[in-house]
């Protein structure tokens, strides 16, 4: 089972920028497309960006031109950097890979954006 471990999260005031990151614990990260998600309370999971191992990309609509995503394959890591953070970005973030049945979910990581 791959381990997944997101980090970089945090609390920024609005307009702010923060860059997470999502280690994976093994080599079959490098053939997945990878996906971020968040949940925010009492709402339910959602997309907010995805990554081909072709370095294609999708984004929500809600966060398309502030949020870039990446990954390095050599270092089995995928990133969100995140600009011009709204307070509705607020939200525990995770990884994992777009196909099913998805990796074991991890701690995710707290993005608390305040007005």
């Not at 709204?86 to 305040?114: F, H, I, L, M």
Request: aromatic residues 10%.
């Amino acid at each position: 089972q791959v381990q997944l471990v997101e980090s970089g999260g945090g609390l920024v005031q609005s307009g702010g920028s923060l860059r997470l990151s999502c280690a994976a614990s093994k080599s079959i990260f490098t053939i997945e497309t990878m996906v971020w998600y968040r949940q925010a309370p009492d709402k339910q999971r959602e997309l907010v960006a995805s990554i081909t191992i072709g370095h294609i990309t999708h984004y929500a609509d809600s966060v398309k031109g502030r949020f870039t995503i990446s990954r390095d394959n050599t270092k089995r890591t995928l990133y969100l950097q995140m600009n011009s953070l709204k307070p509705e970005d607020t939200a525990v973030y995770y990884c994992n890979r777009e196909s099913y049945p998805p990796w074991s979910w991890g701690q995710g990581t707290q993005v608390t954006v305040s007005a």
